[in-house]
């Protein structure tokens, strides 16, 4: 078993911060987004990984190299980006004819990766939703099996959205649709669908059951992002270093503090997450997250994402600012 992770995407909705850092590595409830995943993964048991990779792709690989030094890892770069079945399609010759356990690079769920893993079937992960029309969409017989998907639809005839988990037993049946449907030239060639080629597969005699996830994490934006670092943070508790001082300061749980941090004079919680190295003096923060090496100084923030390298002063604020940036609002 082969786990494909596709970290490709641009990120726009999230930007600034995806100019300087993959989304993929954003910081939630005291881990990354790709971190998150993979751990899921690891503790099922699977060691072998393919990313797929592209914009600041160094930064991914840099970054899995030094995390998961034990883990056996290939890194496949989608120089342009014609969706994710184009993306999956790049790992064709690494897999072989292994079985793989694809995992959308924002996408965070929770449910028994065991379970699903130890199915007899290939499997696609749903979570029922309000509004389908902006997802791929899976109709599901009596007995959990998969009758068809579709690629957000105009009049959807189910509401059950496929998450982007997806365990596939046919590879070979999988990489023969992507090449059906490139190689027919459709209108969707500059957009891939994957959900397109699980069809294929599934009108070609494939047998797909269903599993439903029991909660699915947004984190293609800020406000949803946040939402999910909240409610993960409550799930865990938060976590403090083990060796801390922080001086004439409260903290509000749940919090995720990184190592290495210089808090003074300040109110922390809740939900937040700070990154590492970084410094808050006569600062109150609560529902945000901020990035690691940053320095914030008499500020007041409320649900605000903050990047990496990043000085904040003065007033208050609901602030969403990139990687490598002062700011004074005083």
Known sequence: MKAIIPVAGAGTKLR????????ALIPLAGKTILSTIVDQLLDAGIKEYIFIVGYLG???QDYVKAKYPELTCYFVYQNERYGTGHAIDLAN???GNDEVFIVLGDTIAEYDVKEVLESPYSMLGVKKVDDPRNFGVA?????????RVVEKPSIPKSNMALVGIYKIKETDFLFNCLKKIMEGGSDRMQELSLTDALECMIQSGAKFKSFKVQSWFDCGKKETLLESNATLLKKSGGSLPQRHNFENTIIIPPVSIGEGCDIRNSVIGPNVTIGES?????TIVKESI???FSKLFDVVLDDSLIGSDTGVKGETRSLNIGDNTDIDLG
Request: glycine letters at 6%.
């Open 278 to 282: 970084t410094i808050l003096n006569y």
């Open 139 to 147: 109709e599901i017989d009596e007995e959990g099996t998969i009758t």
């Open 93 to 95: 010759e690494i897999v």
């Open 58 to 60: 160094e930064k991914i």
């Open 16 to 23: 600034p911060h995806t100019y300087t850092q993959p989304k």
């Open 290 to 292: 901020i990035g690691s």
